[in-house]
Structures are given as structure tokens and as C-alpha cells.
């Protein structure tokens, strides 16, 4: 299943290897990533494959959530067919 994880929060050093360590913990492949830095404000989205990982999404959610957190991150995930029907124009 391809899953889409977004990252938002105040730029700082480490945010990306963070990110992509917590996935890689959780046996999450990174697809495709796009990050970028706006007065200050760290923004990310990643194309991920969730088939070695052997959480439900539900778990990994909470999980990022938690552990983003703890960093002064907000980090979302949500199954790719379901993004995009909330992105649909």
C-alpha cells in the first residue's frame, strides 16, 4: 500500500534525517519526498510504501503523531487513494 506523510513545523537541524530514521525504524520505503523552507517554517511531503511494515496504519499514525510531537512536529499519514480525495479539486 502507498501511504502519503506530510511534516510540518519550525525549520531546525535534523528534521529530514529524523523523519526518514522513524520510517525506516517502522520498515517504511521512502518513494518520493519534496521538502521545502518558508519564512522559517519546514514543510515535507513523502510518497511512501508501507509492504514491509508490519503495523496497521492506524498504529504508525499515532506512532508519527507522538513522536513528531515530542519534536515540535505535526506528522500525518493517510493511505494515498485517501489523500487524494481530500485533495481533489
Do not use: W
Amino acid at each position: 500500500m502507498t501511504a502519503i506523510v506530510t511534516v510540518v513545523g519550525k525549520d531546525k537541524v535534523g528534521i529530514n534525517a529524523f523523519v526518514c530514521t522513524l520510517l525506516a525504524e517502522k520498515n517504511v520505503n521512502i518513494l518520493d519526498i519534496s521538502q521545502t523552507v518558508m519564512e522559517g517554517n519546514f514543510t515535507m511531503v513523502m510518497s511512501v510504501d508501507l509492504a514491509g511494515c508490519t503495523q496497521p496504519i492506524s498504529e504508525l499514525s499515532n506512532a508519527l503523531r507522538t513522536r513528531g510531537a515530542e519534536h515540535d512536529l505535526e506528522i500525518r499519514i493517510a493511505r494515498e487513494e485517501i489523500f487524494d480525495a481530500m485533495h481533489r479539486v
